[in-house]
């Protein structure tokens, strides 16, 4: 007699021909290999799923993982950032800046760096405190000004990314480079959809 899920009902029953599984049963502590992630997320979703059976509790497993995985890096911090005495929206400031390497408006770098106004324009106080940046008036509207970097921020930025990059391969080491590109694309794709739809109001 078999259960339900095909396996000998005996342990002495012969296993049926061509079955690849050793006579030795397995661990009690070895999870079949499609176990979901046991993580702080699976916990959650899994007391939801005892509480509320009849809610699709899918969405959270997604939505969770990225919300819990950006809280764990934004408390763990970004380690040479913190040695050079940057936050990371300041760092976005100035790598923002470098790589389009051009004096840019407040308002650019807002939406280049996905930031209110008001955020923004206490980075760039802060940054011009320290010599980072600078600022000039435009001359047909003074209303605007043109935010360049100075050259001992760009130094900075220099230097600061190649340590950030290998702290960055560090953080990602537990993944293979393969599935790296791929949980790239699929964050890509939730981004672009998000980016394109909600339309959320920037922080």
């Not at 899994?46 to 509790?57: A, G």
């Not at 890096?73 to 936050?87: I, M, Y």
């Not at 209110?116 to 047909?140: H, N």
């Not at 993944?175 to 790239?184: N, P």
């Amino acid at each position: 007699m078999t259960t339900a899920d095909g396996r000998r009902a005996a342990d002495g029953d012969p296993k049926p021909d061509g079955d690849p599984a050793s006579d030795r049963a397995a661990p009690a502590d070895t999870a079949p290999a499609d176990t979901a992630p046991v993580d702080t997320v699976a916990a959650v979703v899994r007391q939801w799923e005892m509480v509320r059976p009849d809610l699709d509790t899918g969405p959270m497993e997604v939505i969770g993982r990225v919300n819990r995985c950006a809280a764990l890096l934004q408390q763990a911090e970004d380690a040479p950032l913190r040695r050079a005495g940057l936050t990371r929206p300041e760092f976005d400031v100035l790598g923002t800046l470098r790589r389009t390497g051009h004096e840019l408006t407040p308002s650019e770098i807002a939406r280049e760096t996905f930031s209110s106004g008001a955020a923004v324009t206490k980075r760039l106080k802060q940054l011009t405190e320290r010599g980072l940046v600078e600022r000039r008036g435009d001359t047909r509207d003074r209303r605007v000004a043109h935010v360049r970097l100075t050259d001992e921020g760009r130094d900075l930025v220099d230097g600061v990314l190649p340590d950030q990059l290998a702290y960055e391969t560090r953080v990602l080491s537990g993944i293979d480079r393969e599935r790296q590109h791929e949980l790239a694309r699929l964050l890509g794709e939730l981004l672009g959809q998000l980016e394109g739809r909600l339309r959320l109001p920037r922080a």
